[in-house]
T-cell receptor, first 113, second 111 residues
Framework: DAGVIQSPRHEVTEMGQEVTLRCKPI?????LFWYRQTMMRGLELLIY????????DSGMPEDRFSAKMPNASFSTLKIQPSEPRDSAVYFC???????????FGPGTRLTVL | QQQVKQSPQSLIVQKGGISIINCAYE??????FPWYQQFPGKGPALLIA?????SEKKEGRFTISFNKSAKQFSLHIMDSQPGDSATYFC??????????FGSGTKLNVKP
């Protein structure tokens, strides 16, 4: 298996633009997680899905952030409009079930100018 | 409020020494405690994990010590090697499979 796939790996955009991050979880995994990592706040859980249904989105910082999982093999995290303080590395992770290991993707480094 | 508190923020150890990273939690409902290792430019990867009914788990040079009454757990890296230089995160699992991560410890093992 190729592992969790994220795209793009790097994104540079200007303030106010829409940003879409993409994730393909490991086939057969029921859970998908979106995290944000910054020096100041460490690794923060933004939202996670179980069987394509959002379970907890309490970590989504603002209404500018939205996430979807239209099917078991694809998820998006969208920021509209983006702001410089959104600059971070965004990770997607998946796991096969409750309590199991989370497998992280390589991350998307987002820079908002 | 951070659910899992991790220390130290950074750690320098000589090759062959013991690296120790500590974590503390408050929520007694946490039931699974993994440690992740992250190299620059990569995502975190599971290193070792423990459940609260066990006081210690060892895998090779890596050991987790768990103190349920004190609500603390720690990672010990024996015979630390330069290749162990990475950032280490502790985590705890709460309800509905939600994980809470510590702030991370950057380990530098000097040759």
């Amino acid at each position: 298996d190729a592992g969790v796939i994220q795209s793009p790996r790097h994104e540079v955009t200007e303030m106010g633009q829409e940003v879409t991050l993409r994730c393909k979880p490991i086939s057969g995994h029921d859970y998908l997680f979106w995290y944000r990592q910054t020096m100041m706040r460490g690794l923060e859980l933004l939202i996670y899905f179980n069987n394509n249904v959002p379970i907890d989105d309490s970590g989504m910082p603002e209404d500018r952030f939205s996430a979807k999982m239209p099917n078991a093999s694809f998820s998006t995290l969208k920021i509209q409009p983006s702001e410089p303080r959104d600059s971070a590395v965004y990770f997607c992770a998946s796991s096969p079930g409750v309590g199991d290991t989370q497998y992280f993707g390589p991350g998307t480094r987002l820079t908002v100018l | 409020q951070q659910q899992v508190k991790q220390s130290p923020q950074s750690l320098i150890v000589q090759k062959g020494g013991i690296s120790i990273i500590n974590c503390a939690y408050e929520n007694t409902a946490f039931d699974y405690f993994p440690w992740y290792q992250q190299f620059p430019g990569k995502g975190p990867a599971l290193l070792i994990a423990i459940r609260p009914d066990v006081s210690e788990k060892k895998e090779g040079r890596f050991t987790i010590s768990f103190n349920k009454s004190a609500k603390q757990f720690s990672l010990h890296i024996m015979d630390s090697q330069p290749g162990d230089s990475a950032t280490y995160f502790c985590a705890a699992r709460g309800g509905f499979n939600k994980f809470y991560f510590g702030s991370g410890t950057k380990l530098n093992v000097k040759p």
